[in-house]
């Protein structure tokens, strides 16, 4: 028996007529007669044939397996494997799809992305265009004795343990006498002779060839000595201070 005189057999023994199957089933008569005489030309497609299949299956209270299992036989050469098919008609689960990402998580993932780039080509053209800091140079002189074997007299001006220059015009002595400060040296040309830290006792040199720009962070722990000429107090403890100094300073 084909599946279209199964179909027509169970329409029957359900007591429809293929108008009353069609208001059911939502498939026009024309084409439950096409069915009922085995064409399936006219369904769309093996897909939409299998779903007129289930669907007249349920409405005729029929296992819709029966019907898809005679339609597979009988109307499919096919040469997908029995997973597949067992798939198709609902015998075993589909896998699931896989799982779509977020146009929110795309967004942030390209804005983090953006970010990272644009910092890495700021620390990029700050590397390139950074100046190099002059060379600290160690000075340690060695006392000098007369021809009686005296030493001379000890200089005003404090031996200095570390010396950076630009040029020798203008001159700048820092002495931490009092406490360590944070200070940052610059000359006329922006190029940055120091930053950092001087500790309690350290003594360090700057030279220029125009100007010197010095900020402290504790103008109160140092004393200063410019051209040879000591400063009186710049400021008090914890204080900070912007100074700069020239030639005529």
């Known amino acids: 028996m084909t599946l279209g005189s199964l179909i027509r057999k169970a329409r029957t023994d359900a007591g ?8 059911q089933t939502k498939i026009r008569p024309a084409m439950l007669k ?3 005489n085995n064409e399936f030309v006219h369904c769309g497609g093996e897909t939409y044939a ?25 109307q499919i050469k096919d040469t997908r494997n029995m997973k ?8 075993l689960n589909s896998p699931s799809q896989e799982r779509k990402i977020s146009w929110k998580v795309l967004a942030s993932i390209s804005l983090i992305a953006l970010v990272i780039v644009g910092v890495a080509q700021i620390a990029i ?3 390139r265009n950074s100046t ?16 009686q074997g005296s030493a001379p007299a000890q200089s005003q001006r404090p031996a200095p343990t570390n010396t950076i220059s630009t040029g020798k015009s203008v001159e700048v002595i820092i002495n931490a006498t009092r406490a360590k400060s944070w200070i940052f040296v610059s000359d006329a040309t922006g190029v940055v002779l120091f930053s950092g830290l001087i500790l309690k006792g350290d003594v360090k040199v700057f030279s220029s060839v125009k100007t010197l720009a010095i900020k402290f962070g504790n103008a109160g722990g140092v004393d200063l000595t410019v ?9 008090g403890n914890g204080e900070v201070v912007n100074t700069s100094y020239g030639v005529n300073s």
Request: charged content about 25%; hydrophobic content about 35%.
């Open 34 to 36: 096409e069915i009922e």
């Open 84 to 91: 597949d098919l067992l798939i198709e008609n609902s015998v």
């Open 16 to 23: 429809l007529s293929i108008d009353e199957l069609s208001d």
């Open 132 to 147: 190099k800091i002059p060379a600290v140079v160690n000075l340690s002189p060695a006392p000098q004795t007369s021809d």
């Open 227 to 235: 051209n040879g000429k000591k400063i009186a107090s710049i400021g």
């Open 125 to 127: 053209s700050n590397s």
């Open 50 to 74: 299998r779903g007129h299949l289930r669907h007249i299956a349920k409405k005729l209270q029929v296992n819709p397996a029966d019907f898809l299992s005679v339609y597979e036989q009988e």
